[in-house]
Structures are given as structure tokens and as C-alpha cells.
């Protein structure tokens, strides 16, 4: 959990006045310090799951990306058909390439700081060399 949500249970969990009206609120709709636990597997929960939709969404377009891929090498084209196929790729590999954008943004606002694991897992193909 990074130390920005920590803080922020901390704050509400505390016996102290809360510092703000959010933390009030917060407060208020927990309850009680047995409600803290059940919050940060919440928390927690929802953390993985967005992480978990964001990767899938880079998994689908980078599927899309080698797909076309696949169409090129799998067919005789002319220099019409090829350059419709380069334009889809283009666009599919930048939205993979939004995708992997989106999942870092979200690992770094959890307190990720590292992504070369991610860039090796998730590899978004190239156009080859002619």
C-alpha cells in the first residue's frame, strides 16, 4: 500500500480531530477501528482489479497489433492492400501503446517506481523491416 493511502488511514483511524471535513466523512462511515482492516483489503481489492482491467486492456490491443501482423504474413498483398494494413497497424499499435501509458500511470500512482518488468512482459510488436 503506498504511504499517501497509509497516511490517509492513519488520519481517519486516529483518535485525534481529523484534519479535514473529507477525513470526517471518512471517519464517520467507518464507524470504528474495526472497520480499518475490512477497508484496506477494499482498497486493496480495488487496486488489483484496476491493475487487472488495465493489463487486459493491453493484452487485447496488443493481440490486435499481432493479429495485423499476422494478415501480413499470411497474404499475397499488393501495395494498395499493404498500405491500408500498415494504417490499421499504426493505429492499433498506438493505442497498445496508450494502454501500456495507462498501466504505468496507474502503477506509479500506487507507488511503483519500476516498470522494466512490465516493458519485458508486455511487448508491443513492430512493423519489419522491408
Known sequence: MTERIASLLRRVSSSEAPVDAQD???RERLGGRGNLAALEREIASEIA????????????????VSAI??????????????????????????????????LIIQREAIGFRRHTDVVQQYVIPRWPKE
Open 24 to 26: 470526517a466523512e471518512l
Open 49 to 64: 482489479y484496476s491493475l487487472g482491467k488495465a493489463a487486459s486492456k493491453l493484452e487485447a490491443a496488443i493481440a490486435r
Open 69 to 102: 501482423l499476422g494478415e501480413l504474413g499470411a497474404l499475397p498483398l499488393g501495395a494498395e492492400a499493404r498500405r491500408e494494413l500498415r494504417l490499421r497497424f499504426d493505429e492499433e499499435r498506438l493505442l497498445a501503446e496508450r494502454r501500456l501509458r495507462d
